[in-house]
């Protein structure tokens, strides 16, 4: 339950910072890392830490590549990092999918709406292509949250948690 609920707690509010203020908190990040290390180490040993840190060290090297193209922000990493303290390894994996998915869910419907799927599709293909042929490697992501292609990626985030705790995809000890 504890789990569960750290998890829950920490994508809720990483959510509800991210729409107020368009950033989440690193204290945010290192209380919810702490709470989930800490109760790795409380309940499941030293070994059960180990698991919690190779959780947080999987959300980075899995989204870093993500990062360096601007196709995910710095505060959605440490945040997949501090929710991988409490899933470890495989559990951050799935959780990330989850996002991927959850992400896809509004995206679509949102560039739908906003009249922009076929001006994003060509950019996806140029962009791919100028990585694949003239390597080069500018940020993938035009502008700030007002372009029409934006979203907080903490909502998917939320919604993966909630799905995970839902999935009992949570560890429990």
Same mark, same amino acid.
């Given at each position: 339950?504890?789990?569960?609920?750290?998890?829950?707690? +920490?994508?809720?509010?990483?959510?509800?910072?991210?729409?107020?203020?368009?950033?989440?908190?690193?204290?945010?990040?290192?209380?919810?890392? *702490?709470?989930?290390?800490?109760?790795?180490?409380?309940?499941?040993?030293?070994? *059960?830490?180990?698991?919690?840190?190779?959780?947080?060290? +999987? *959300?980075?090297?899995?989204?870093?590549?993500?990062?360096?193209?601007?196709?995910?922000?710095?505060?959605?990493?440490?945040?997949?990092?501090?929710?991988?303290?409490?899933?470890?390894?495989?559990?951050?994996?799935?959780?990330?999918?989850?996002?991927?998915?959850?992400?896809?869910?509004?995206?679509?419907?949102?560039?739908?709406?906003?009249?922009?799927?076929?001006?994003?599709?060509?950019?996806?293909? +140029?962009?791919?292509?100028?990585?694949?042929?003239?390597?080069?490697?500018?940020?993938?992501?035009?502008?700030?949250?007002?372009?029409?292609?934006?979203?907080?990626?903490?909502?998917?985030?939320?919604?993966?948690?909630?799905?995970?705790?839902?999935?009992?995809?949570?560890?429990?000890?």
């Amino acid at each position: 339950m504890i789990p569960a609920f750290i998890m829950l707690l +920490t994508a809720a509010t990483a959510m509800c910072m991210d729409l107020a203020a368009g950033k989440v908190s690193n204290q945010l990040i290192l209380i919810s890392a *702490a709470a989930g290390l800490l109760w790795q180490l409380t309940c499941g040993g030293p070994k *059960a830490a180990a698991e919690g840190l190779a959780g947080m060290l +999987t *959300a980075f090297i899995v989204l870093f590549i993500l990062f360096v193209f601007r196709m995910l922000g710095a505060g959605d990493i440490k945040l997949f990092c501090a929710l991988g303290t409490v899933l470890g390894p495989s559990g951050i994996l799935r959780c990330i999918a989850f996002s991927l998915f959850f992400g896809a869910v509004i995206a679509i419907p949102l560039m739908i709406i906003r009249g922009i799927p076929i001006e994003r599709l060509t950019y996806f293909i +140029t962009y791919i292509r100028g990585l694949a042929y003239s390597k080069d490697f500018r940020p993938y992501r035009c502008g700030g949250l007002e372009r029409p292609e934006n979203f907080h990626f903490t909502i998917p985030i939320f919604m993966s948690a909630i799905l995970m705790i839902v999935l009992k995809q949570v560890p429990a000890y």
